[in-house]
């Protein structure tokens, strides 16, 4: 039996589908012939990321395939449901990339907090004429310690934030729509750790109250953080997007850092992929990755070898 990864496979997920039999097939099939290939190769399960589509149209159009699986957590760029309806399975990895991401919004967090993004942007330019003035123009840092973090959507990857939080010393809070309350685990490097139980707030009380935001909701059909979210959060906010494009409002976004209600954002994903808007690769106040949340060696691993463990289990028994 054959599987497609078109959107790529770590190596030791493609080991454990061969040892069990499968033969995993690498290609990359552009968006418009992957009916074509799916059907001439007799694919079975076709393993995908963010950046394939699998709609109404190509799971009609491929009576072979009996899995979906995405590498990942959100589905939006598979019709689930339809899927289901016409008796294939569609499976996900949602906790494999959890720490992955908590670390980039950290990354973000502590880069902004320290100017580091601009730093790195200046230093090359001027490091060597303008050393004394850059210097006092990055001398008003700020600790993360003792800062309140303002968690929406308090899910794996959000917990997994709120875990690296209270270990750097900060207070959380956070809001979700079906979690009420959490008991997030820390643990240590010498096998010790501790519980704290979280309540979740209104979304209103973390916009109010926060003074690092971060976002960690799925694909909406509406903004999450647009101009009413901005005008209640204090001045000075620094928010971060690492889970959909589309879930804060761009526009609203640069309008709020340029009137100084926002001091800086950190941004790893965008309304606009793969052409994010030049207003805010521009920005001197914003950080940027290009959607790179789960792309650690160690999340790959954990996504090929829970992706070949489900498809093992759903085909082989």
Same mark, same amino acid.
């Given at each position: +039996?054959?599987?497609?990864?078109?959107?790529?496979?770590?190596?030791?997920?493609?080991?454990?589908?061969?040892?069990?039999g499968f033969e995993v097939l690498l290609t990359t099939v552009?968006?418009?012939? /992957?009916?074509?290939?799916?059907n001439e190769n007799a694919i079975v399960a076709l393993l995908v990321r963010s950046a394939t589509k699998v709609r109404k149209e190509l799971i009609d159009s491929c009576p072979t395939l009996k899995i979906i699986g995405r590498g990942g957590v959100g589905m939006d760029n598979i019709d689930v449901e339809y899927a289901k309806s016409k008796g294939i399975e569609v499976i996900n990895t949602p906790g494999a990339s959890s720490h992955s991401v908590a670390e980039l919004v950290f990354a973000h967090m502590f880069g902004l907090a320290r100017f580091l993004h601009d730093a790195n942007r200046n230093m090359p330019l001027e490091g060597d004429s303008k050393f004394k003035t850059l210097k006092k123009s990055y001398a008003n840092g700020m600790e993360l310690r003792g800062r309140t973090i303002g968690i929406i959507g308090?899910?794996?990857?959000?917990?997994?934030?709120?875990?690296?939080? /209270?270990?750097?010393g900060m207070k959380v809070i956070a809001s979700d729509t079906f979690i009420g309350k959490a008991t997030v685990n820390v643990s240590f490097y010498n096998k010790q750790s501790i519980d704290v139980e979280i309540e979740t707030k209104p979304v209103k009380d973390v916009l109010k109250n926060a003074d690092f935001i971060t976002l960690h909701v799925p694909a909406q059909?509406?903004?999450?953080?647009?101009?009413?979210?901005?005008?209640? +959060?204090?001045n000075g906010t620094v928010i971060i997007n690492a889970a959909r494009g589309g879930v804060l409002d761009e526009v609203a976004l640069l309008d709020a850092i340029n009137t100084g209600k926002v001091a800086f954002a950190g941004l790893d994903t965008f309304e606009n992929e793969p052409t994010p808007e030049i207003q805010l690769l521009m920005h001197p106040n914003i950080s940027l990755t290009p959607h790179i949340g789960a792309a650690t060696k160690e999340a790959q691993d954990r996504i090929g070898l829970e992706l070949a463990s489900q498809i093992i289990a759903i085909l082989k028994n």
């Open positions: +039996m054959k599987i497609l990864a078109n959107d790529g496979i770590s190596e030791s997920g493609v080991n454990a589908l061969e040892k069990a552009a968006q418009e012939q /992957l009916s074509n290939y799916i308090f899910g794996r990857i959000g917990q997994a934030v709120a875990k690296i939080a /209270l270990g750097v059909k509406k903004y999450i953080i647009s101009k009413k979210e901005f005008k209640s +959060m204090k």
